[in-house]
Structure formats: C-alpha cells, structure tokens
C-alpha cells in the first residue's frame, strides 16, 4: 500500500491536487504577468520560477533553468528520471519543516482563482486514436451490420488519424458552432444524397483522455511496447468536439476532416505518469493475440473515473455519463508502439489521444452520438429540457480523478461553451 505523505498546507480531502499528484501547468496572475510553470496542490499553484530562483531547487541533477521556460517542452524532454527527482523534492519541500518553508508561504504559492493558466507545452502533432472496444462496436452499430460492428482489422491494431494540432485549446475558452457541408434532407434520397451548406445540427463531445509524449524519438527508430512509457510525460482529459452530420457526409474514403478540426481543447493540468502509478490495473484481455511488437504485460491502464456535464445556461448541470479509462482496450503503450513501429519519430509535446471512453453500461458511454443512439432516444436534462445534440450556449464539464485507499489524483475539469454560429 501507498504510504500517504503529510503536508503543512491545509489541502481539502476532496481535492483532485493533493501531494501525491503535482500536477504541472503554466500559469500567470496580474502582478507577474508574464507565463511560468507550476505545479497544483490543493487551491494553490506552487511558482517552480520561485523556487529556482529562491535556491530551493539545488542540487537536482538536471538543468534547473528548463523550469524557468513559459512551456514545459523543455523539462519534458529530460524524461521520467527528472520528472521523479523533482516530486520528490517538491513533496519534501511540501511536507517538512525546511529552511525554505516561510518563503514558499510568503511568495511561491499563488491561489488558483487569482491564476490564469496558459497552453502547458507547445504542441507539435497530434493523432487521434480509436482504442475503446465498446464505443467502436456502439458506433459501428449505428451504422452498419450490427454482426459486423467492427472492421476486420480493429482488433488487430490500435486504429488512428493524424489530427489538427493549432485548433486544440485550453479549458475555459468558448467556441462557435462550425460550418460545414452536410447532407440536405429535403432534397435527398438514400439513393442520391444532396448537401447544402449549414452550421452544424448535431454537435457532440467526445470523452478522451491524451497522453503527453516527453522523451522523444529519432526518425526511424521504432520503439518497442515494454519501453514506450519511458517517453510518456504525463496526461491530461481531452474533448475531442465532433460535428457528426459534417463528418457523416466527409468522412469517406479517408476518414475526418472539417467535422473534427475546428475544436479541441484539453484540461490544464498535465497529470505525470509517476503520478498515476498506484492506480494501476491490468488490462483488457485481447482476442485474437497481438501481434508480437503490440504484446504488453503487467498492468498498463489507469483506473480513472471520468464523468461528463451537460450545463445550458442559466440552468443546473446534468451529469450524463460516467465511465472509466481502465476499459480502454488498446492501452497507451500499445498505441505508442503501432505509431512509431513503420519508423514515425516522435517530438517531445505530441500528444495522443485515445479515442471516445466508453464502458460497458448504459450510462458510460462517451459521446451524444451512443447515449442517443445517433437521434433516436433523446436525453433528458435536469430542468427538463431535452437533448439529440448539443444546442448553442450548452456548456460541457469534463471531470477525471483516480482514488485507491485515501489517496485522490485529479485532473481538474475541461469545460468549454459552445457559442451560435458566426
């Protein structure tokens, strides 16, 4: 069992930083406005530029000055060891008696509410994975045979699209229903479909958790599943926002476009994998067998719960999904595997994500798309409102947080609001 580390501040028990999670951001407030990385802990922001600056930091044994960037690329890129060197000074820092103790609670520790947080690391490329068995069998549903839910290759291969990286925001930031093509019901026939240009009438969310890549790797260079953490940094909840009647029209012969990139946005917070290790469990058992460069042993997924609100304005939130990352059937090590297997090198701030969380309930599913059955069964809100898709001034509030015996590690949440289209 984990041991639970003490601390001098006064951190509520329900709180997603807590001292065994650290969790790293970049942030700046009013008086010091220019963007410096810290870390979470309970309602306050611990200000490593301070620290470094303050001499609390000597000794470790990596360039200090790469915590003194406005982008955490830098520190991310030294790996798993610097990360773990780190925590483990900040928790000494945070839970003793140190010489250092009255100048953190004077100047290092900034309240999170007077905070405004920036992007944590700039982001190279991004890919989109498929990874959650039973959101692709759900959709594959929908859509087609419901024997033949699945393609022939998914259970073969964690299956992907390379994404648009510059539309991927932050936590906080509104959006506009997008424009796009999609098909003219009127003027259709199942036999000769007819678009027309529209905004968007059938706007979902898409629970996604990402993963942070931090070691890079060469061109060339394929690396293995049993060493594919060492180049994780961390996670952080992802929204991967869909326009599923633009996608329906586009997607076909070589997969999402328009009805993918306008929005994406992801929670502040990167959550390291050193964080997460004791919420470790085994995975799904994959059937048939991988193939030998996708075999994985141990326990590779998270047991994180996550939970999606649905909030209109002026209104009460509805919580309308709760799910697990645990059921994740392609786990993360899997997915850096298949990526970089043809040779695809990886760049320290990719990020990685998993594709729609769906489990195995009613209840647990990631998107509007399986919880309405693509329009057939509408949702009911807690003011008694309804729901196919998500309206104008709809907010989504995504939460994720692990807990074992005493001990909590949050993401914080991903909320975004959807604006009429310009």
Not at 24 to 40: E, H, K, L, Y
Not at 66 to 90: C, D, I, W, Y
Not at 176 to 195: A, F, H, M, V, W
Not at 328 to 344: L, R, S
């Amino acid at each position: 069992m984990m041991q639970t580390i003490p601390t001098w501040l006064d951190i509520p028990a329900d709180s997603d930083f807590s001292i065994h999670n650290l969790p790293f951001g970049v942030f700046s407030t009013q008086n010091t406005p220019f963007p410096r990385i810290g870390v979470a802990i309970g309602d306050y922001i611990l200000d490593l530029h301070f620290l470094v600056s303050e001499g609390a930091l000597d000794g470790l044994s990596f360039e200090l000055e790469t915590l003194q960037e406005p982008v955490l690329n830098s520190f991310m890129a030294l790996g798993n060891e610097a990360v773990r060197e780190l925590r483990g000074r900040l928790q000494f820092l945070l839970s003793q008696a140190t010489t250092e103790r009255e100048a953190i609670e004077e100047e290092g520790l900034t309240l999170q509410v007077d905070a405004t947080m920036h992007f944590p690391f700039l982001i190279g490329d991004y890919t989109d994975f498929y990874s959650s068995l039973e959101h692709a069998q759900n959709a594959g549903k929908l859509f087609r045979d419901p024997a033949k839910a699945l393609f022939p290759n998914w259970r073969h291969l964690p299956v992907g699209y390379h994404g648009r990286a510059s539309s991927i925001q932050l936590s906080g930031m509104d959006f506009y229903r997008p424009y796009g093509q999609i098909i003219d019901k009127e003027l259709s026939t199942p036999d000769n479909p007819i678009p027309k240009f529209s905004p968007t009438q059938a706007l979902d969310f898409e629970l996604e958790m990402a993963t942070i890549i931090g070691k890079p790797s060469e061109l060339g260079e394929r690396i293995s599943a049993k060493k594919a953490e060492e180049h994780i940094f961390g996670f952080v909840l992802f929204n991967d926002w869909s326009a599923r009647d633009i996608q329906r029209w586009e997607y076909q012969p070589l997969g999402p476009f328009l009805g993918k990139n306008f929005f994406s946005a992801i929670s502040p917070w990167v959550v390291t994998l050193e964080a997460l290790q004791y919420f470790r469990v085994e995975s799904p058992v994959q059937d048939p067998e991988v193939l030998d460069y996708l075999k994985t042993s141990g326990e590779r997924n998270f047991d994180i719960h996550l939970s999606v609100e649905i909030k209109p304005e002026d209104a009460q939130p509805t919580v309308v999904t709760q799910t697990n990352f645990k059921h994740m059937y392609w786990n993360v090590a899997q997915q850096i595997a298949h990526h970089t297997v043809n040779g695809c090198n990886l760049n320290t701030g990719d990020l990685l994500a998993s594709g729609t969380i769906s489990g195995p309930e009613l209840g647990s599913y990631g998107c509007l798309l399986e919880i309405t059955e693509n329009g057939k069964k509408a949702l009911t809100l807690t003011n008694g409102d309804s729901r196919i898709f998500l309206q104008d001034y709809d907010s989504v509030v995504m939460k994720g947080w692990a807990e074992k015996n005493g001990i909590r590690v949050g993401f914080g949440n991903l909320h975004n609001k959807v604006l009429p289209a310009k």
